[in-house]
């Protein structure tokens, strides 16, 4: 199983950034996907989940009507698409695979927001 992250960068407060996490190993389609996020010196936060399917997402509230997930089976592939950053949007994004028994992590992707 893997999952690699990619998108982030440095954006300016009010701006825009989609990432990406590019899955293999394992048959995406069946298994809901997770997005986190870690600042300097705090814990590890969800950001958003979606089903299997796609039908159903969740949000911390933190970023809700901000931020969306969605995912294209065909390509193994979920996103993250986040507007109106602002500077506590600063942290690691991670993308999370549950597979069977275990969770898998990607390496992170660094998304800075400021001026």
């Known amino acids: 199983v893997q999952v690699v992250e990619s998108g982030g960068g440095l954006v300016q407060p009010g701006g825009s950034l989609r990432l990406s996490c590019a899955a293999s190993g394992f048959t995406f389609s069946r298994y809901p996907m997770s997005w986190y996020r870690q600042a300097p010196g705090k814990e590890r936060e969800l950001v958003a989940r979606?089903?299997?399917?796609?039908?159903?997402?969740n949000y911390a509230d933190s970023v809700k009507g901000r931020f969306t997930i969605s995912r294209d089976n065909a390509k193994n592939t979920v996103y993250l698409q986040m507007n109106s950053l602002k500077p506590e949007d600063t942290a690691v994004y991670y993308c999370k695979a549950p597979v069977g028994y275990l969770d898998y992590w990607g390496q992170g992707t660094q998304v800075t927001v400021s001026s």
């Open positions: 979606i089903s299997s399917a796609g039908g159903s997402t």
